[in-house]
């Protein structure tokens, strides 16, 4: 059973195009898992783990309009046919196991793919936090991992984003890609120590401007785009935010 983000009644599972990295204006059917095991206070996926009672800070908090979520309410546990029959109805390759952090339920997520290959799906990435290392079941299935590491920016300890053999291990992986969330000159200094520790290429950096509207974005974008030309990283937007807003499901 794989726990899914629900909404609407139904599990967070949709075609759309990849707003951000590597894969960028590709079409793809998302599958989105709950819960995490970081808490970012940025996170525009909260719904999958700021569950009422939780000792975690979110920057909403502070908005009286705003609750944290009633945990039973937003998940949804889905058996693997069930979840095979809804991706084959967008008559798309291509898919993406996206959370939360999808790593956390390895085990279904392998039992899933390997249904969707067997079905025709040719190509599955994950978007991962980058503090779980694949196993070898699950790693057979993935053609690409967009590994996005935390910097302090996000509010988790240290201890809790920065998982050394696994950043060392994507590193040096050529399914891996890594993104980071930008929102101060601060952080910068942060990724190029990462890159130092962990002797990530340039090549696989993607830098992405952080904000959930497309008007922090553009306020962003060009001077990030410079730190990208002069350090040879890659920049990237958030399309969908561009296109859709910030609005779930599609
Ligand atoms: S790792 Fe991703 S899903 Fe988890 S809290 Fe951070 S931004 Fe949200």
Redesign the pocket.
């Known amino acids: 059973m794989l726990k899914l983000a629900k909404y609407q009644d139904g599990p967070e599972i949709f075609h759309s195009i990849q707003g951000e990295g590597k894969s960028t204006g590709q079409p793809f059917v998302f599958i989105r898992t709950s819960l995490?095991n970081?808490?970012?206070i940025w996170?525009d996926?909260?719904y999958?783990?700021n569950w009422r009672g939780t000792e975690y800070y979110h920057e909403k908090d502070d908005d009286p309009r705003y609750e944290k979520y009633v945990k039973e309410d937003h998940i949804l546990e889905m058996e693997t046919p069930e979840i095979v029959d809804l991706v084959r109805s967008f008559n798309c390759p291509n898919v993406i196991f996206t959370?939360?952090?999808p790593m956390l339920q390895q085990r279904p997520l392998m039992e899933l793919a390997a249904v969707l290959k067997a079905q025709g799906i040719t190509w599955m990435e994950v978007e991962t936090?980058g503090t779980f290392l694949p196993k070898d079941g699950f790693d057979q299935f993935i053609n690409q991992y967009n590994v996005s590491p935390?910097l302090s920016n996000?509010n988790n300890s240290e201890k809790l984003r920065e998982k050394p053999a696994v950043l060392l291990h994507f590193a040096q992986s050529s399914k891996a890609h890594f993104k980071f969330v930008i929102n101060a000159e601060q952080d910068l200094d942060e990724v190029a120590t990462l890159q130092e520790r962990y002797k990530i290429p340039a090549a696989k950096i993607y830098l992405m401007p952080e904000g959930r509207d497309a008007e922090t974005l553009r306020s962003r974008q060009q001077w990030l785009i410079e730190v990208c030309k002069a350090r040879g990283y890659n920049f990237t937007d958030r399309l969908h935010i561009h296109i859709y807003g910030n609005k779930r499901g599609i």
């Open positions: 995490c970081l808490h970012c996170c996926t909260d999958t783990w959370g939360g952090e936090n935390k996000s």
